[in-house]
């Protein structure tokens, strides 16, 4: 009887050991470079400055892909449960959507005008809890608030007259990471962000707003520290 005692025992803590090894797999600082391929949808109106104001709506889609940076540390709290944040930085500038307007009220506003919006050393700051499935797998979610510098260019009967400022909103992501040896790793994920809505003025007077939303897919490969 103490002989099963004590292999049941040593069979409980090799496997307590075994599942703390888990989540330890994936402690610690994490440094990776990933690939995304952005979906951006921007959903804007303009209002003229005429009285009555006139009002016109649109929507502009746009895929592109974009590099980033992503710094990372995670700790463990149980033997698959850990917790982490990070920030994941863009360096560089993206062209996220483009679009014309035209001014159709009588008068000397007529006109079409051609804008651009560019962002600028895009950064999210994130909180990513993880369970660890194995030793070499694990799953995540995360949420982020990011924010970016954003320039609106135009051409045509009207220009810019004042910016509409920097792209803030929120953000959450699901997705994997897979250890490819003790210290490398594979990371996929999704993300969705809601940014708050953009507005800038024209010279015509005319007040244009924008609301732009972002599917994101991430493929990254990184280093554990």
Known sequence: MNKILKLSAIALL???????AQSKSFEGAS???GLSIIGAEISGSSTSGDSPADTSKGTIGKITEIASLDLSYAAAFSNNGLFGVGIQYTPGKAKVGSGS????????KDGTT???VQVK???????????AVSKDSAVFAKIGYSQASVTATSTGTATITTQPGDLKGWGYAVGSKTMLTGNTYLQ?????????TLRATLSNANVVSADPKVLQATVSVGYKF
Do not use: F, K, W
């Open 101 to 108: 307007l035209t001014d159709t009220t009588p008068g000397a």
């Open 114 to 116: 051609s804008a651009s």
């Open 31 to 33: 440094l990776g470079i």
């Open 14 to 20: 090799a496997s307590s050991t075994s599942l703390m």
């Open 188 to 196: 996929v994920e999704a993300s969705y962000t809601d940014y708050d």
């Open 121 to 131: 050393d895009l950064y999210t700051i994130y909180a990513m809890p993880t369970y």
